[in-house]
């Protein structure tokens, strides 16, 4: 099954220090959950109100780090620091899909993009994250397996951004990409059902 190599425990090392800082000055998991979500809808809020503009562009790739940093660091410090709970699983969940709809969706609106591809490519997003959470309804640990990770798309999406804010869009090669995202995202829910059944069965 095609697979890339895991950016989570490079990145889990990138902000390990920042997680402590922040569970030692009681910031709680949650709340950078919470943070990351507001920070993305206004990011995309902003997009939907100016999609001709280019600044909301830079807001976007800001939210997108800002979500890199607290994906992570909220995890550190949940898991690490004794913060697990049960609230915070069910904001996980939701959190993905609502960000990812909160940024790459309003890319959509961009006249130098593909819509109907952008559309399609947040929905097939959605529907990775439902492929990794049904492992669990068969009594198989929530799956994260790629290629086409959250953060992979966050990575392909940034570059989208950050083309068309470069101004090296529109181009045959836009349309290529999303092409190419989707059928990694179609091996990602094909790899994450075939290893769940084989979690249950072995």
């Known amino acids: ?4 190599p895991d950016p989570k425990p490079l990145l889990e090392r990138l902000f390990r220090p920042a997680a402590a800082f922040l569970a030692a000055n009681g910031v709680r998991p949650n709340q950078l959950t919470l943070i990351s979500m507001w920070n993305s809808a206004a990011a995309g809020i902003l997009a939907v109100e100016f999609p001709f503009a280019t600044w909301p562009l830079l807001a976007i790739l800001g939210a997108m780090l800002v979500r890199l940093a607290c994906n992570h660091i909220d995890g550190i410090i949940a898991r690490e620091h004794g913060m697990r709970t049960r609230l915070g699983g069910l904001l996980n969940e939701v959190a993905t899909p609502f960000e990812d709809v909160a940024l790459y969706l309003p890319l959509a609106l961009r006249p ?4 109907a591809l952008i559309v399609g490519a ?3 997003g959605a529907l ?3 492929a990794g959470l049904s492992a669990v309804a068969i009594g198989a640990h929530r799956r994260y397996d790629g290629p086409m990770t959250k953060v992979m798309r966050g990575a392909c999406f940034a570059g989208l951004a950050l083309a068309i804010a470069a101004g090296l869009a529109p181009g045959q090669w ?23 059944l084989q979690e249950v069965q072995s």
């Open 128 to 130: 990775v994250e439902v």
């Open 174 to 196: 836009v349309a290529a990409t999303l092409l190419i995202v989707f059928g990694l995202l179609a091996v990602t829910a094909f790899n994450r059902l075939v290893r769940a």
């Open 112 to 115: 130098e993009m593909p819509a």
């Open 122 to 124: 947040v929905l097939a």
């Open 1 to 4: 099954m095609l697979d890339l």
